[in-house]
Each structure stands twice: as structure tokens, then as C-alpha cells.
């Protein structure tokens, strides 16, 4: 296996810099024989009835920190992860890293808020402590900024639009991209041709940011990333699967909480699960998922799941102008054959 092998060219003019309106407007590439051009507002059409949506109530907090040092010199911190039930201590990606000594104070608006702690044992992120008295969260809605993405450069006027309609548990620093396409008026649509919802909980961590770096995607090191999968929505998966419906995942972090808690037997804790080609499939049948960026671990999981006509299917996705990344077009995948073991 090869890096190459994940590889594809993304024009800049097919990243999508803003979010459409209304959600379930984004069209929706559906895999199949022939592909279907259609729009995610389709999908109750598309669906079957009996068939379980599972999404990511994962709520997205204002993680990015734009602090000022005592020098004068400007820092970013983003929040990854907090690792202690008071939000106080958090794993955090941080700029300048190489200049930034431990215990050094960072402001925001000339009050301490952030001071650097020891980098973690996967070496490219730091631990960080939140300062003040105010309630963590609090402090990150006074101070902080929507974590988008760095592809995106167009300001957000909106920021509930990088949150999804069921949004739920605050923790993540990255939205489950997916989900952004649903509004409750499609859902309603949805219950009432018999296909219903139910929810996990992934915390999306430092994966989602960075591209593989080895030459061989095999050895790239796979961060863990907490998930929760409520005994409810097991159970509801596993009834739709034994009535021979299908259950579809809403993004790969939906993916990835419910095989975790497959492979492994626990429904909640870490996870480095690494999907890709030979993956022994247990849960997800059918995958709605965005465009992801070349040479990452979600296209390879799109590759585990889909088989090698991925590449088939971004090509034309390509030809057809749809729009790429976080706030772009949806496509809509059938587990491949190939792929079960």
C-alpha cells in the first residue's frame, strides 16, 4: 500500500468556502449503476423504509484561541480534547510549539487565559491549562472562535452553521461535516417513510487535521479519540440488521464509534481503530459522507468501504463541479461486496 494510492488532485476553486442554504439543498453523488445526481433533500426517496440513520451529537466548541504572549508575540491554541471531567486541563495543537516554554502565560484581551503544560506523549500536541475562575466553557465563548478549518478563508457570519441541527454534548473541535446537511424538516420526512435516528458520540480529534505522513499509509500513527455508543442505539442497530434493513452512517465519525464498539465489546472509551482496505465490516451498511482531502485516513476508510471505484466516483464528482470538504457536497455509498471478508 502506498501513499499514491490516496492521492487525487483537488482544484482550490472545488473547495466549497461557504455553507448552502438551506442545508438539505447540497447535492448528493449517489454510487450505483448508473450514479445518481441528486440532492441530500432526496433521501427519503433514496432510503428504504426500516433503514436506521445513526449521527454524531457531537457539539462543537469555539476551540480556536487567538492569545497574545507577554512579548507582545501573537500564539494560537487549539483545543482538542479535555481530559479532566472540569475542562480545565486539554489537549491542544499550539503555535509557535517550538517557542513557547512550559508554564508560560498566554492573554487574551490582557487576562491570562491559557498556560502551556508539557507536550503529550504523541509529541505534536501540548497539554494546556484553561486560567480564571469563569466556567471553562464560558471562557471559551467569551474568547474563542469557531475552529474551521484552514482550507476555509471565507469568514463564517453564521457559526451555528459549522453545528449540526441535533448537536448535543459540547466537546468536539471539528463538526461531524455530514450531518451539517440535515434540517428537522428532513428528518420529519425521513420518520415518516419509517426510517428513524439515533445517536452516538465521537469527540473528532487530531486525525481530522493532519494528512498521513508516512510513505507507507500502514505506518501512519492513528490517535485515539473518545466515543460513546448508548446501549439504545446498539441495540437498535443490531434489531435493524437482524430485520434485514440497513443501517446508515452519517459520516465517518458515526463509522468509526460504532465498529469501535463492535470490534472491541465496550460501548464507550478510546479508540485508534484504523480502517482500511480488508476492514471486517460489522455495523455500517450504507455511508453518507462528504468529499475528504486527498492522502487522509477518511479517504481510506472511503476506499475500505466503497472499494477502489472511489477514485471513479471523485472523478466525476469533479467533472459534475460539486463541492468539496466541510461545507461541500454529500455522496452516498452502499457497502461494496469486494469489501466483505
Known amino acids: 500500500m502506498r501513499l499514491s494510492d490516496f492521492d487525487y488532485v483537488l482544484p482550490d476553486e472545488r473547495i466549497a468556502q461557504t455553507p448552502i442554504a438551506p442545508r438539505d439543498a447540497a447535492r448528493l453523488l449517489v454510487a450505483g449503476d448508473p450514479v445518481q445526481h441528486r440532492h441530500v433533500s432526496d433521501l427519503p426517496d433514496l432510503l428504504q423504509p426500516g433503514d436506521l440513520l445513526v449521527v454524531n451529537e457531537t457539539r462543537v466548541i469555539p476551540a480556536r484561541l487567538k492569545l497574545t504572549r507577554s ?89 451555528d452553521r459549522y453545528q449540526t441541527v441535533f448537536a448535543n454534548t459540547p466537546g468536539s473541535a471539528a463538526a461531524p461535516t455530514a450531518g451539517l446537511h440535515f434540517t428537522p424538516e428532513l428528518f420529519g420526512r425521513l420518520a415518516a417513510q419509517g426510517i428513524d435516528r439515533v445517536a452516538v458520540e465521537l469527540i473528532v480529534g487530531l486525525d481530522t487535521f493532519q494528512p498521513i505522513s508516512t510513505e507507507n499509509p500502514l505506518d501512519h500513527p492513528m490517535h485515539t479519540e473518545r466515543y460513546r455508543v448508548p446501549p439504545e442505539t446498539m441495540e437498535a442497530c443490531l434489531q435493524t440488521r437482524e430485520q434485514g434493513a440497513r443501517v446508515v452512517a452519517v459520516g465517518t465519525t458515526a463509522v468509526r464509534a460504532l465498529e469501535s464498539a463492535a470490534k472491541s465489546g465496550e460501548l464507550s472509551g478510546r479508540t485508534r481503530l484504523f480502517i482500511h ?42 467533472r459534475e463541479e460539486y463541492r468539496f470538504l466541510s461545507f461541500g457536497d454529500a455522496m452516498l455509498l452502499e457497502r461494496s461486496r469486494s469489501q466483505i471478508p
Open 277 to 318: 482496505e480488508g476492514f471486517d465490516w460489522q455495523l455500517v451498511d450504507v455511508l453518507m459522507t462528504n468529499f475528504h482531502l486527498p492522502k487522509t485516513t477518511l479517504l481510506m476508510m472511503i476506499d475500505a468501504f466503497a472499494g477502489p471505484d472511489w477514485r471513479d466516483l471523485y472523478a466525476e464528482a469533479l
Open 71 to 159: 512579548t507582545g508575540g501573537a500564539a494560537e491554541v487549539l483545543l482538542l480534547e479535555a481530559i479532566d471531567p472540569d475542562r480545565r486541563v486539554w489537549e491542544a495543537l499550539v503555535r509557535p510549539g517550538k517557542k513557547l516554554k512550559v508554564g508560560e502565560r498566554l492573554f487574551a484581551d490582557g487576562v491570562p487565559l491559557v498556560s502551556i503544560g508539557e507536550r503529550t506523549p504523541a509529541g505534536d500536541t501540548f497539554w494546556v491549562h484553561l486560567l480564571g475562575d469563569a466556567d471553562p466553557l464560558t471562557l471559551l465563548d467569551q474568547h474563542g472562535q469557531m475552529p474551521l478549518p484552514p482550507y476555509i478563508t471565507a469568514t463564517l457570519e453564521n457559526p
